[in-house]
């Protein structure tokens, strides 16, 4: 979280670093500020709220800076304010520095420059720490000062700093939290991720493990942990710079969900084989026999990406026959977790910087597993540290809540369930009927978004509603906590993803007219067992909003609003009805009036625990 850019070179420092901002506000937007130097001085703007007010502040406030530095701040400590906003400064001005991470250690170095240095702190911020640190060991040689500092520093950050004595250099240091640099004519960049500065560069550095690199516009020097310089190699981006505008749409969520089709359709382009029914991920450079030889699968992530995983271990269970166990990454990264030999991991992540997914991944390589991620982010940690990255495709996703990269993830893990099960049991005719349903996929997702007026309505109808359950059994349960996690974190209702055959276990209580049910039918196998428990809900006055296929019948007598998909698989069955619970969510957030797109409290990629 957090996003922080600068810029060294002869261009308008502040149009350049701005900009950067703001295609990093994805990753947090309660506060921004920017700090430079004009003049041999320190010059600074803070603003609580969006990049877009921080603009308005520097623009009319006319400031002009040679170099630059700047951040959008997701809060971690202290809450967001002018004074917590960064840059943070040491006590006479002479540096500024802006950061993202978290520094674990910061209320013991707090203790020390207070009592022993006597320094007056003005934010509640940890990164403050960092500033006043640095100064306390610079005597002339702000190198020196910075390494010697951030090896007192617990914790991850990614750290940009200016320094008064040294106008023509940034400083930047990371340590568990992303950060590269982009290499232009004369000119350099410091970013939390390479889209910021994709338009004027795609030369890159990217730096890890308490690498400290000084950054001008001539020249990058980069120092490991102990001050030896060490050579790292420039990687050269292969991204194009995406279209970022909401185009006709009112929301980029709104887009995004629409786009669904198109990303589907990129994430299957080229990796299946019609021929022989299966799948051919080139990405995945393991020889055969090592996919051969997979006994058990470990899927790892977060949120969204989480429920496409679980949605995907009933898959790769029911169709490749291989165990798999799938973890909240926050969760497994502090158990100590048995790895047996034949353990495949599966790290899952839209954005590929997930602290807790990158950590419990890292892990996971230490123990000798070995590891695909499925990332959308080109050139992000996970995408790069791990063995092999299959990626999405699915085009940069600024909305907040994540929805068709949910659904391309879905797709790319239907391929490797395919890849897998056609090593093993699985023959060409059901390969390639499974090819058949996955193919259909964009139409099917196109006959849902066409059925938007009538989800409109009822999103209208029950948007008055402040607690609801989503029920499903099956593929359909995994569906629906992402159903209901859709639900709470764009309209702030509170809503509940349960098993339906769990509801007499106690949630049933909490039946009434005033709660109600979302249920996601399109499990076929459980579809009857499933109308049992509508049942049980309508007789307790519980009103039942159902999304079913076309060909589900019985439904009539229980449900008071019904939404139909076109009829698939049961495992593939969780697209289309997932374009269904975010078009819901979509429109009951905006009924309400809701900042669909960012959300109160979140950002898009979470890089602290
Ligand atoms: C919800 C959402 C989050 C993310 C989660 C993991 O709509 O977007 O729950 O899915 O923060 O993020 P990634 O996939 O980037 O690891």
Redesign the pocket.
């Known amino acids: 979280m957090c996003g922080i850019f600068g810029y060294v070179g002869a261009k308008n420092s502040v149009d350049i670093v701005l900009n950067g901002l703001h295609r990093l506000e994805y990753r947090g937007y309660d506060s921004a500020g920017i700090a430079g130097l004009h003049q041999g001085k320190i010059v600074d703007c803070k603003e609580v709220g969006k990049v877009d007010t921080l603009e308005k502040e520097v623009k009319e406030a006319g400031i002009v800076l040679d170099v630059a530095i700047a951040q959008t701040r997701w809060a971690t400590h202290g809450k967001p304010s002018q004074v917590n906003a960064h840059p943070h400064f040491d006590e006479n001005r002479s540096l500024a520095l802006v950061h993202n991470g978290i520094i674990e250690n910061h209320e013991v170095l707090k203790r020390y420059l207070q009592e022993e240095k006597g320094v007056t702190f003005l934010s509640e911020t940890d990164t403050e720490v960092i500033a006043h640190l640095i100064s306390s060991y610079y005597e002339g040689d702000i190198l020196n000062a910075v390494q010697q500092a951030v090896a007192r520093l617990e914790g991850s950050y990614a750290i940009a700093l200016i320094h008064r004595d040294f106008p023509d250099q940034i400083i930047a240091v990371a340590h568990e939290s992303p950060l590269v640099v982009g290499i232009g004519r004369k000119e350099a960049f410091v970013a939390s991720d390479t889209h910021a500065f994709a338009a004027h560069t795609r030369e890159v550095v990217f730096l890890s493990n308490s690498e400290i690199a000084v950054v001008s516009p001539e020249k990058l020097e980069i120092f490991d942990s102990s001050m030896e310089q060490i050579e790292k190699q420039t990687e050269q981006l292969s991204i194009v710079v995406e279209d970022v505008s909401k185009g006709k749409f009112e929301h980029f969520t709104l887009k995004e969900i629409y786009e669904q089709p198109q990303a589907i359709r990129n994430a299957m382009l080229s990796r299946y084989l019609e021929d022989y029914g299966t799948a051919v991920l080139e990405e995945l450079n393991f020889e055969t026999h090592e996919l051969q030889g997979i006994e058990r699968i470990l899927i790892i992530?977060?949120?969204?990406?989480w429920h496409a995983g679980y949605i995907a271990a009933y898959m790769i269970e029911e169709k490749a026959r291989i165990p798999v166990q799938v973890e909240i990454s926050s969760e497994f990264r502090y158990k100590n977790p048995i790895v047996q030999p034949g353990t495949c991991v599966i790290a899952?992540?839209?954005?590929g910087e997930?602290a807790d997914?990158l950590a419990a991944m890292r892990e996971l390589k230490a123990k000798g597993a070995k590891v695909i991620a499925i990332c959308n982010s080109h050139g992000s940690s996970m995408a790069r540290e791990a063995d092999a990255c299959i990626a999405q495709r699915a085009g940069p996703e600024i909305g907040?809540?994540?929805t068709k990269a949910f659904t391309s993830q879905l797709v790319i893990l239907a391929l490797l369930t395919l890849l897998l099960a056609r090593m093993r049991h699985m023959d060409k005719h059901e390969g390639q009927a499974f090819l058949e349903n996955l193919q259909k996929l964009p139409d099917q997702v196109k006959k849902v978004l066409e059925q938007a007026p009538h989800i409109e309505a009822i999103a209208r109808q029950y948007a008055h509603h402040e607690n609801f359950f989503f029920l499903g059994r099956g593929y359909m349960f995994p569906t629906s906590l992402e159903g209901a996690?859709?639900l709470k974190?764009i309209s702030y209702i509170n809503a509940n993803g349960y098993p339906a055959g769990e509801m007499k276990h106690g949630p049933i209580a909490l039946i009434n007219e005033e709660c109600p049910t979302v249920a996601l039918c399109g499990n076929k196998a459980t579809y009857d067992k499933l109308l049992s428990n509508l049942n049980e809900i309508k007789a307790r006055n519980g009103k039942i909003i159902a999304i079913a296929e076309e060909s589900q019948k019985g439904l009539e007598k229980v449900a008071d609003a019904i939404i139909r998909v076109p009829d698939s698989l049961d495992e593939l069955a969780s697209i289309p009805t997932t374009v269904v619970t975010q078009l819901l969510a979509y429109y009951i957030a905006h009924a309400r009036g809701a900042n669909i797109d960012q959300p109160r409290n979140l950002a898009k990629?979470?890089t602290v625990e």
């Open positions: 992530a977060c949120g969204t990406s899952i992540s839209q954005s997930t997914t907040v809540a994540s996690l859709k974190e990629s979470v």
